[in-house]
């Protein structure tokens, strides 16, 4: 566990790379960051936010924002569950059935109070998570016996030159320490016109960060 403690705390480089965040505390290390999760029970956490207001005009153009996210959500799961995943791996919308099973003791996945982990916000350099944050995440994380969280924050598109591409922000979480002990930008494969292999690119990504396809 120490190893992987060393292994989360490092961010990607390569496709996924991006400019200096005064909010990131994260340092490059090549190859797959994430390698340590394989062998972890982990939970996968619905997409939360779709930011608005990019210069390509992607986002504005969705009419329902909800239904992309759960898009996102299922390119997500795919990409993981073809690298072997599919067992150990608890994804959103198993997620959400399990919270709403025992939605006495269990907060919606979907609906957690997680601006704060935005890239545009304000917080903690140590990755401590506040309340009620921190408290949802032991609750989702219990229902399965697990320790990590996968948390796709906020989904944005990104002018690159005359074309464009997904971004997802995401971050690992120990919830059993209330930490995030990783994020990055995951960045998908730019295209002159919104579709669905922009999402799919990105996740793609993220899955690369894991296990190899």
């Known amino acids: 566990m120490r190893r992987f403690a060393l292994i989360t705390c490092v961010a990607l480089v390569a496709a996924c790379s991006r400019g200096p965040d005064p909010n ?27 930011r608005p207001g990019d210069s390509l005009g992607w986002a504005a153009a969705v009419e329902r924002p ?15 569950e073809e690298r072997g995943f599919r067992t150990r791996w608890v994804f959103p919308e198993q997620l959400v059935r ?15 109070a997680a601006e704060g982990l935005r890239p545009l916000a304000r917080r903690r350099s140590d990755g401590q998570l506040g309340e009620p944050l921190a408290s949802q995440l ?12 996968l948390f796709p924050v906020e989904l944005r598109f990104e ?14 979480i ?30 793609n990504n ?8």
């Open 138 to 149: 032991r609750a989702l994380v219990a229902l399965h016996g697990a320790r990590y969280a």
């Open 174 to 203: 120990d919830a059993r320490l209330s930490r995030a002990t990783w994020g990055a930008d995951v960045h998908g494969d730019t295209a002159s016109t919104y579709g669905r292999g922009s999402i799919a690119s990105a996740a």
């Open 66 to 80: 909800r239904q992309l996210l759960s898009d996102v959500d299922d390119e997500i799961a795919f990409a993981l």
């Open 206 to 213: 993220l899955a690369n960060l894991i296990a190899a396809p």
């Open 98 to 112: 399990s919270a709403q099973r025992n939605a006495a003791h269990s907060p919606d996945p979907r609906a957690l």
């Open 159 to 172: 002018k690159i030159g005359g074309a464009g591409r997904a971004v997802l922000h995401v971050l690992l």
């Open 24 to 50: 990131s505390q994260v340092a490059p290390l090549p190859n797959r960051p994430l390698a340590g999760l394989a062998g972890q029970q982990v939970i996968v956490l619905p997409v939360h936010y779709l």
